[in-house]
């Protein structure tokens, strides 16, 4: 259903754009999170958006380089990451809450919030 993608191999200091579409045929979603992972570690949240107000949330450790927007041409959510860094480095997920729920009141940031998760794409950052 959602599938990340944009991920490649880039240099430290780089950018790179990842997009997650916000609707298909099965699913249409109100708020969108992004998180990460590095393999042996949890998931990690990094930043979230209502799709219909556009309010954003950011992790301290991507706040100032990472902007997360909308793209209504393509009907997608993007991530842009600047100025990325090695510690970057992880398969990066997209994940939407349904657009038929009332997402008053729940937590972009954790995961078990969010009803739809696509397979990631991988962001590897060198030195």
């Known amino acids: 259903q959602l599938q990340a993608s944009g991920g490649g191999l880039v240099q430290a200091g780089d950018s790179l754009r990842l997009s997650c579409p916000i609707s298909?045929?099965?699913?249409?979603?109100?708020?969108m999170g992004w998180f990460r992972q590095v393999s042996g570690k949890e998931r990690e949240f990094v930043g979230g958006?209502?799709?219909?107000?556009?309010?954003?949330y950011y992790a301290d450790s991507v706040k100032g380089r990472f902007i997360i927007g909308k793209d209504n041409a393509k009907n997608t959510v993007y991530l842009q990451m600047n100025s990325l860094k090695p510690e970057d480095t992880a398969i990066y997920y997209c994940?939407?809450?349904?657009?038929?729920?009332?997402?008053?009141?729940?937590?972009?940031?954790?995961?078990?919030?969010?009803?739809?998760w696509g397979q990631g794409t991988l962001v590897t950052v060198s030195s």
């Open positions: 994940a939407g809450m349904d657009r038929s729920t009332d997402i008053t009141g729940r937590r972009p940031y954790e995961s078990e919030e969010y009803d739809y």
């Open positions: 298909g045929r099965s699913f249409s979603v109100a708020a």
């Open positions: 958006i209502t799709v219909g107000g556009g309010s954003t």
